[in-house]
């Protein structure tokens, strides 16, 4: 049986205009997308096709005592029912710890933990059967409090995460320990501020629920074309828990309702597998909007304490942080997390002494790992409060204070590497800080244009301006000696008209952020040349390029579509130049960074060479606002901001990157939270899980700072991550300065500006 | 059941589970995956449709409400193989990311545009305020409806405006 | 295909017809904007049996008046409240719909249905309380008419029969300044933390107000004109709110309180 290809509508052809780097050339997936035409992961039909659905534990910690499927077995439509007994290989898997079962068996250990899978003709009678799947608990008391979480029976006896190199901590639940332990932590200030901050769970809200169609090739392996952010890292993982080698499962990249993050774990990819390969029939999985919430990981909830030094010549001597993550139930990649929050806990500045320590714990809450930041949203959300604290105290101004104790090159991390390469800090403040900002608007206003909204709360009484600032930053790429690496590959043919058309095969996977863009405009720059097409992504045309997350993509892929090209290039010159019909050059080449090393697992300090991370990227934020003082709501009016990019491949998508990392830390600011009760998710919802609506978000006037990476191709940084990461720390400042309140935990609630 | 309805002009019919939604007919059995199934509960507009010329939430019609009426989703906005301008508009100002929530977006904002050719600043956002993008933070969207409502008054006839005026997407961000 | 548990949908063309399903189905859920049923059915909450669909009753449709009485049919949507005519009449109630949901939840739910499901939540009650609204229920026998507030029975309850269908709802406009305010977290699309319509009606020298998810119904609250300073106050204590997801019983209870204070400046200057 020859695999079918999924269908899907085909866009009518027109000319695509790719430009070249540097140019804000419309994307070339433009066009489908606002035709409508642009197949999703949720948009697939295949023949014969059988949807899935997934049995989920009601309870966040629980023993499986038995499941009972026949009566599921016996309902209309209904062709399969499985349970960790039929996963026919590796019976876990995981990002970075293989500590997470595919299908529960023995215990389940976060609300909404997979435990059956379901495959019927049509999805009413595969939630009919779901919900008819006997599953006898028996509940265990859930740890909800990672502080706790040492003291309490560990949910994974088998410590997956110990030893690697990390810190030696041997209390149950310890996902990481770390410790960064820089110059005299002793060292005291003239002044010294204190203060402890907390972040709820952020959920990553891509608006594209998990989808995927799993196809059996008829001869034992897999085709699944899923919405993911690492086409092989999936299939790595996948494979074994099918029991194959990895060529027979073949991932393919559907097209991507966004990520954040929120894509990096697997959803789908094992369970459609296995029904489909059980069944022998497609198998379409596709989650509602409450099983998309609980169905991946989310940001890590944080409790952090700070305490910075300083002299009254403005300079910072000590910061010291304790910091604890709540990683919930499973690994995911929370010991990267964990590691980014210490070391990027003192912010853009130049510390020459610190005590940094951050652990990360198992709990029954919901599992957190990747979202966009990573770890230091939340740092940096503490650190700028504790500036602004510091500033205050030592009788500087603000912004004068950060810009005095920019990181720049030759400075040193608290984790002893030196600032090499492009970081212009106080280049990026005075930038931000220079931008203008608005004068305050005139009463009387229509509602929408004062805190409130159209809720019509108030006409003016009440509210009060005020205007934030913050500074925040983060790597770029992977970090502490993992291999980083991308590769992609080129072909180049005549058409029948004798012009020359190349073809890009790249795993990187397009999730809304350009990616594809990129790689077309590095082609058509490399090439010179007009035809460039982008093929569909999978495992099985060209090697891994890395995930799309870490900022690192554009870096990545452009530096490996670019050696590519370079060969390409030299060979055509071999020939002459030209090539005829039939003819082609077809080069693969993998990119790397420079290498990591890593961190010494008592101190902190990067061991065994000199960079843990290959390069950062700051950004600085200044926010206006207005606050209800007697409500407690609130208007972003304003957000002006000035970002380090190494080079703008695409300028209006790069605004546009800049622009949707506002808005998602204007969420986590103001109105984000996965609230949970037990471990129980209880707004699994769009109803009560906010997110930014056009009535919320401010214009964003934004500079590019173009300093260029030495190392990176054409110069060119990251720039997904450092608004989100910077977005959060500088509303809060500025509802601070309106509301005179110390509003240390966000989201902030109306309650807490309010004063009750 | 069994419903006939007519859609992007053209008439169809379906055999439905009686409690599905339009947006579910859509997708799955009239091959109109166009329209998106973001939350199915009318909280993030990414399945807006025209229902007799109405913009709704496909998602929180019933398919048989369907039955006898017109509805347009975003597949049928062009006419004979051109885009709409809205559509124009979207892929030019740099309004798409993910895409996900785009065609909700543009039929809203066709939606607007037939009521409303030159809405101001906060009429836009107000329309638009029932389509969630989390990608964009909105603000290229606003300059995509911008640059649509300039072109239609381009091409409406004794149109006096300025070609240019309202209709340059700034690129940094346009204050409003 | 076979799908169980079994659901139908009924689609009358006539009130005469509704009611006449009505009374053979009692148990049937009626269905006309769908803003609140879809949900239920798109994340399997709810399975009904029968669904009555009332998209094509005319009767159920638009508004009228006679001698100075509105009568505001059930499938009125939020949309056609806040057209300029009849926004002149209720503006309270054109307030109201701004805040719900967004643009496409405001062409499509209505009136009716925001009476049928009873919420303690829901956007068109406390308006319609404070300009003394009845509510026209007909089955297949005859009418009757209640006050809105003997209407809400309780937290998703009405008064409403199993053989009944929400058909009107009639108020003599008061004419009587008025407004609506609701809070909620984020600028648009909120389901109220809590709200609030206040009148001042200088004819009967009274003050009306209504507040909306302060306690298990939306509820009526007067005072006289010169009970004014006070009337913050009362309201907050009329009020018993809960802690839940959108927020606790104290903020509740205090935002009432400033709404209250706001409202009456709005319409006693």
Not at chain 1, 58 to 81: C, E
Not at chain 1, 598 to 616: C, E, I, M, S, Y
Not at chain 3, 30 to 55: H, K, S, Y
Not at chain 3, 176 to 202: E, Y
Request: hydrophobic share 40%; with cysteine; proline share 6%.
């Amino acid at each position: 049986m020859s695999t079918p290809t999924p269908e899907t509508a085909q866009a009518p052809a027109r000319k695509l205009e790719i430009g070249r780097v540097g140019e804000s050339a419309r994307r070339v997936d433009a066009i489908p997308k606002v035709a409508g035409e642009f197949a999703y992961a949720s948009d697939l039909f295949a023949a014969e096709m059988l949807w899935g659905h997934t049995v989920r534990s009601p309870h966040a910690h629980a023993l499986i005592r038995a499941i009972d499927t026949s009566k599921a077995l016996g309902m209309p439509g209904v062709h399969a029912v499985l349970t960790h007994e039929d996963v026919p290989g590796a019976k876990r898997y995981g990002l970075e710890f293989q500590d997470q079962p595919v299908l529960a068996f023995e215990r389940v250990r976060y609300y909404g933990e997979p435990v059956a899978i379901v495959a019927a003709e049509h999805p009413e009678q595969a939630r009919r059967a779901a919900e008819a799947v006997h599953v006898e608990y028996e509940e265990l008391d859930p740890i909800t409090d990672p502080a706790t979480a040492p003291d309490r029976e560990a949910i994974h006896p088998e410590a997956w995460t110990q030893g690697h190199g990390y810190r030696d901590d041997p209390r149950p639940n310890v996902v990481r320990s770390i410790v960064i332990r820089h110059g005299d932590p002793d060292a005291q200030g003239d002044v010294s501020v204190e203060g402890t901050y907390e972040l709820g769970i952020q959920d990553q809200a891509f608006l594209g629920p998990e989808s995927g169609l799993a196809v059996p090739d008829g001869e034992g392996g897999v085709d699944i074309y899923v919405a993911t952010q690492w086409l092989h890292v999936d299939r790595d993982q996948v494979a074994p828990c099918l029991g194959l080698t990895p060529n027979r499962v073949r991932i393919h990249l559907a097209g991507v309702g966004g990520a954040f993050g929120g894509r990096e774990d697997l959803s789908m990819q094992i369970h459609g597998a296995m029904l489909a390969l059980h069944t022998n029939r497609p198998v379409k999985f596709v989650y509602n909007r409450e099983e998309s919430f609980v169905g991946h990981i989310h940001r890590h909830p944080a409790r952090i304490w700070m305490e910075h030094r300083g002299n009254r010549d403005g300079k910072l001597v000590a910061v010291h942080a304790k910091i604890l993550l709540d990683g919930g139930a499973y690994a995911s990649s929370s010991t990267a997390v964990t590691s980014n929050a210490a070391s990027f806990a003192c912010g853009p500045y130049a510390v020459p002494n610190a005590h940094i320590e951050a652990e990360c714990m198992y709990t029954n809450n919901p599992p957190c790992g990747a979202m966009r930041g990573f770890g230091s949203v939340q740092s940096c959300f503490a650190h700028e409060a504790q500036m602004d604290k510091l500033a205050d105290a030592l009788g500087i101004g603000r912004i004068d204070f950060r810009e005095r104790n920019a990181l720049g090159p030759g400075d040193v991390l608290p984790t002893g590497q030196i600032v090499t390469g492009s970081f212009p800090v106080a280049d990026v403040i005075k930038r931000c800080a220079e931008i203008p900002i608005p004068e305050p608007e005139e009463l009387p206003r229509d509602p929408i244009r004062l805190p409130g909204g159209a809720g019509n709360t108030t006409r003016g009484e009440g509210v009060r301006r005020g205007v934030g600032f913050a500074v925040g930053f983060k790597n770029i790429c992977y970090s502490e000696g993992f291999d980083d690496f991308c590769a992609a590959r080129v072909r180049l043919f005549a058409d029948a008209d004798g012009e020359l058309v190349a073809e890009v095969y790249s795993a990187a996977a397009e999730v809304g952020q350009g990616v594809v863009n990129v790689m077309a405009q590095v082609a058509r720059t490399e090439l010179d040349i007009e035809n460039v097409v982008v093929a569909p992504h999978s495992t099985d045309a060209v090697a891994s390029a890395g995930s799309s997350s870490a900022s690192r993509q554009t870096w990545m892929t452009a530096g490996a579509v670019q050696l590519a090209c370079q060969e390409v290039r030299s060979e055509l010159a071999r020939r002459g130049g030209k090539l005829e019909l039939g003819d082609e050059i077809d080069a693969e080449r993998v990119y790397r960074h420079a290498r990591t090393f890593p961190l010494d697992p008592d101190t902190g300090q990067v061991v065994g060479g000199d960079k843990a991370h290959v390069a950062f990227a700051c950004s600085a934020m200044r926010v206006v606002a207005e606050v209800d003082v007697e409500l407690g709501l609130t208007r972003v009016v304003w957000i002006g901001t000035a970002q380090d990019v190494g080079r703008a491949i695409n300028p209006q998508a790069v605004y546009g990157q800049i622009e949707g990392g506002t808005a998602q830390g204007l969420g986590l600011a103001l109105m984000e939270e996965i609230q949970t009760k037990d471990g129980l998710i209880t707004n699994a919802s769009f109803t009560d899980y906010l997110i930014p609506t056009a009535l919320d978000m401010p214009p964003v006037v934004s500079e590019l700072v173009e300093d260029p990476e030495p190392d990176a191709p054409y110069g060119a940084k990251g720039v997904g991550e450092p608004p989100t990461v910077v977005s959060t720390a500088a509303i809060v400042a500025a509802l601070r300065a309106g509301t005179g309140r110390d509003l240390t935990r966000v989201p902030v609630r109306p309650d807490e500006i309010v004063g009750l | 059941m069994k419903i006939d309805l007519t859609v992007n002009g053209e008439k169809r019919d379906a055999d439905v589970w009686a409690g599905e939604s339009l947006l579910y007919t859509l997708r799955e059995q009239l091959g109109l995956p166009g329209s998106k199934n973001a939350c199915e509960q009318g909280e993030c507009g990414s399945c807006s449709v025209l229902l007799d010329g109405k913009l709704v939430c496909a998602c929180l019609v019933l398919a048989a409400q369907a039955d006898g009426h017109e509805v347009v989703t975003v597949e049928g906005l062009g006419e004979e193989g051109e885009l709409h301008r809205v559509q124009e508009a979207f892929a030019e100002t740099g309004a798409v990311q993910c895409g996900f929530c785009t065609p909700g977006l543009i039929v809203a904002t066709v939606a607007l545009l037939e009521e409303k050719p030159d809405p101001t600043d906060d009429e836009v956002r107000e329309a638009l305020s029932g389509n969630l993008c989390r990608c964009t933070g909105y603000a290229k969207i606003f300059d995509a409806v911008r640059t649509a409502a300039a072109a239609g008054a381009e091409t409406s006839a004794g149109a006096e405006t300025d070609a240019g005026a309202g209709g340059e997407a700034a690129e940094n961000g346009a204050s409003y | 295909m076979d799908y169980a548990p079994r659901v139908d949908v009924l689609t009358p063309h006539s009130l005469e017809e509704a009611l006449a399903l009505k009374a053979e189905h009692p148990d049937a859920v009626p269905i006309q904007g769908g803003t609140d049923l879809m949900v239920e059915l798109n994340f399997d909450r709810a399975r009904p049996e029968t669904i009555l669909n009332l998209n094509e009753v005319a009767e159920l449709r638009g508004w009228t008046r006679e001698n100075g009485t509105l009568r505001l049919c059930s499938g009125l949507t939020y949309a056609e409240a806040m057209e300029p005519e009849l926004a002149g009449l209720l503006p309270a109630l054109a307030e109201a719909s701004r805040t719900v949901g967004s643009p496409q939840i405001r062409m499509r739910g209505t009136i009716g249905g925001n009476l049928g499901t009873a919420s303690p939540a829901g956007d068109a009650l406390p308006p319609l309380l404070v300009e003394d609204a009845e509510v026209e229920l007909a089955n297949a026998g005859g009418t009757r008419t209640l006050p809105v507030s003997e209407f809400l029975v309780g937290p998703k309850k009405s008064a409403l029969a199993d053989d009944e269908l929400i058909v009107a709802v009639r108020v003599m406009p008061s004419k009587a300044r008025q407004t609506f305010m609701k809070v909620g977290p984020r600028n648009a699309m909120v389901i109220a933390v809590c709200s609030l319509a206040l009148s001042a009606d200088r004819e009967r020298e009274e003050l009306r107000a209504a507040f909306g998810s302060a306690g298990p119904v939306p509820a009526l609250v007067t005072a006289s004109l010169s009970d004014a300073e006070a009337f913050p106050e009362q309201v907050a204590a009329a009020s018993s709110p809960i802690d839940d997801v959108r927020g606790t019983a104290a903020y509740r209870r205090h935002a009432l309180k400033v709404l209250t204070a706001r409202a009456l400046e709005r319409v006693l200057t």
